[in-house]
């Protein structure tokens, strides 16, 4: 290949004279991965051989000879044991200690090679210079490009070996986790040099002294730990591993993880790290947050149910009190921290809920804030799309019979109206009255009793709701017919398709008596004023009144066109129009086939089959087939 004889020739060259003999980067860019994967691996071999034996001389800017070297070690078949056979032998620590970010990353590059096998990452773990050079590394380089590569190698050599493993069990507490026994584990987290060394760059205490970061660069690495503390959350870094080492840092029983969510941030003085450590205790909360976690399931489901386990990783009350107490703040506190706080409860509540339902306090709370930041909300805010989108992210968290208006207490779902339209509006909605959705549960999910009152509790909502808002559908088509309202139109569409895949279970025999417990179908047919009892199904609510006039009609009517307003007009994919068409015809599909499930069950309906049938066969724009005029003679 004389591409290749060029580029061992002009490597030569450098060679000898490294700093007068610049490198031809364009020479070198010619080599790119296409061209590596017809090269023999004794000329890969050879080429990298060359290149390593050329960088530590070189006096000039090595990028080019660096990305040459991560292009050549690229693929799979380039393995841990050949990066090892490199000769000269790779000085990593040195590598991973040079100043120019290009070497840095080539060091990593090679590193990364050792995670896909533990025994390679055993290795790695016997030479304690380059594991401590990578979390300096890791923590302490100012090239975000560099600390990112690092987080991936140091996470990846952390669990090495272990990514298809499950345990079938959990591990009783106080005994070690199987990954504790892996080399590069103990290395890091029982290595008093290395383990210290976290604490000493992430400690404010020492900020910009006898050479140590300065508090802006200690924040950052801050952010960094936190971000792989997430994922490796574990026994094992909840518990104290080296005594010395935490007491210095006035660490107690809980180890990296008391340290870094309680000890290590100025959340005080430092307004974005406030942030950053809000966001860490919500990604805790969520039960597949960890790596480590993810592989023992027993484990996993064991730690989404522990509600004590809330309060093992920061202060939960004082989290919450950003968005419960919004007067103890300063505006400016809560232009950052309300949100935050905001998205740390829906999660709680979305994980925790039976945790957060045996809190009367905190659903007080949150009800009350709902209310108050719906009850500001005008019909000229709602239309200038100034929806409150944090307060409706917790609202369509939160355990839907929360949700259910009592004697003393109007519901907050209430006040959110289809008119004027709102996009978060729309979508909030959707999303109370859809229930629990299936295909978000993960394989192997056994549903309890708690998703089967979601799914009683959404369809008591929708009717409930539809009882206050009677207009509702007529709203709700209205704005999808605004096609100029792209978003709009799209999000009232997605809104109908969640009342027809619903996901609603029967009510209860007996009357509930527990706090917001479900009311019995009689019960609730009451309070919607129903004499004939109340559609059990989302299909059968869209073919019931008031959406059957309102709905249907549309559903099966042509799609609008506006060619005044968009480019293209009619069937061209790129306008706002055919978006509309095309969502809308999507939900006729859905239709259909609950329909046709329907029909198999019952035989009843199949005349609107028939009609949707027909209207599906003329395409997502339609034509003057005149079904829609159809629906006022259907016996329903």
């Not at 990954?179 to 103990?186: D, I, T, V």
């Not at 909840?238 to 010395?244: E, H, L, N, T």
């Not at 709902?370 to 239309?383: C, D, F, H, I, Y």
């Not at 008596?513 to 019960?523: D, M, R, Y």
């Amino acid at each position: 290949m004389d591409l290749l004889a060029d580029i061992q020739s002009h490597l030569a060259e450098v060679t000898l004279d490294p700093r007068g003999k610049p490198l031809d980067a364009k020479l070198l860019e010619k080599f790119d991965g296409q061209v590596t994967e017809s090269v023999s691996e004794t000329d890969r071999d050879s080429l990298i051989h060359q290149l390593a034996a050329l960088l530590p001389n070189l006096q000039q800017d090595p990028t080019p000879a660096t990305t040459l070297i991560e292009i050549l070690v690229r693929p799979a078949s380039y393995t841990f044991p050949r990066v090892l056979e490199i000769e000269p032998s790779v000085d990593f620590a040195a590598g991973l200690k040079a100043l120019f970010p290009s070497i840095n990353l080539v060091i990593l590059s090679l590193l990364e090679k050792a995670k896909f096998k533990s025994s390679n990452a055993g290795i790695i773990a016997g030479r304690p210079e380059v594991v401590a050079a990578l979390i300096e590394l890791w923590l302490s380089t100012p090239n975000t490009a560099v600390a990112s590569k690092a987080h991936d190698v140091l996470l990846g050599l952390l669990t090495a070996g272990e990514r298809n493993r499950i345990v079938a069990t959990a591990t009783p507490p106080g005994c070690h986790e199987p990954h504790e026994q892996a080399l590069m584990w103990r290395r890091v987290f029982r290595d008093k040099d290395i383990y210290g060394s976290i604490y000493r760059i992430c400690s404010l205490n020492n900020a910009g002294r006898n050479g140590e970061l300065s508090k802006r660069d200690k924040t950052v690495a801050q952010a960094r730990l936190l971000d792989l503390l997430v994922k490796i959350d574990c026994q094992s870094i909840r518990r104290p591993q080296i005594a010395d080492v935490e007491s210095a840092y006035g660490v107690k029983t809980g180890g990296l993880m008391e340290f870094a969510a309680l000890k290590m941030v100025d959340y005080e003085n430092d307004v974005l790290m406030h942030m950053t450590l809000i966001d860490f205790f919500a990604d805790l909360l969520k039960p597949d947050h960890s790596v480590v976690q993810a592989r023992n399931l027993a484990y996993s489901q064991l730690a989404s149910r522990n509600p004590e386990g809330l309060d093992l990783v920061g202060p939960h009350t004082r989290t919450l009190s950003y968005y419960f107490e919004t007067t103890k703040y300063s505006s400016l506190d809560l232009t950052y921290l309300y949100g935050r706080s905001a998205n740390y409860l829906a999660i709680y509540c979305s994980y925790h809920s039976t945790h957060f339902l045996s809190s009367r306090s905190a659903v007080e709370s949150t009800i009350t804030r709902l209310s108050e930041a719906l009850r500001e909300m005008t019909p000229g805010r709602w239309a200038q799309g100034l929806a409150p989108k944090h307060d409706l992210h917790v609202l369509a968290s939160l355990p839907r019979q929360v949700l259910f208006p009592t004697s003393t207490t109007a519901s907050p779902l209430f006040m959110i109206s289809a008119k004027p339209p709102n996009v978060d509006a729309l979508q909030t909605l959707a999303t109370v009255f859809q229930g629990p959705r299936s295909e978000h549960r993960p394989e192997g999910h056994i549903e309890g009793d708690h998703e089967s009152q979601q799914r009683s509790a959404a369809r008591v909502l929708y009717w409930l709701y539809l009882d206050q808002n009677p207009n509702f559908w007529q709203d709700v088509v209205k704005a999808a017919e605004t096609v100029a309202l792209n978003d709009t139109a799209l999000a009232a569409i997605a809104l109908i398709n969640a009342i027809i895949t619903a996901s609603w279970d029967s009510l209860p025999s007996e009357p509930d008596q527990e706090p917001h417990g479900l009311p019995t179908e009689k019960q609730l047919a009451e309070r919607c004023h129903a004499s004939q009892g109340l559609p059990p199904t989302g299909l059968l609510a869209i073919l019931a009144p008031p959406a059957l006039e309102t709905v249907l009609p549309y559903l099966l009517r042509p799609a609008q066109t506006f060619s005044n307003l968009v480019s293209g007009g009619k069937g061209d994919v790129e306008s706002a129009a055919y978006r509309v068409a095309a969502a809308k015809y999507d939900v006729l599909v859905s239709l259909r086939s609950k329909l046709k499930d329907y029909v198999q069950e019952t035989g009843e309906l199949k005349e609107v089959v028939e009609l949707v049938n027909r209207r599906l066969a003329l395409g997502p724009m339609g034509g003057d087939s005149g079904v829609g005029s159809r629906v006022s003679t259907l016996d329903l």
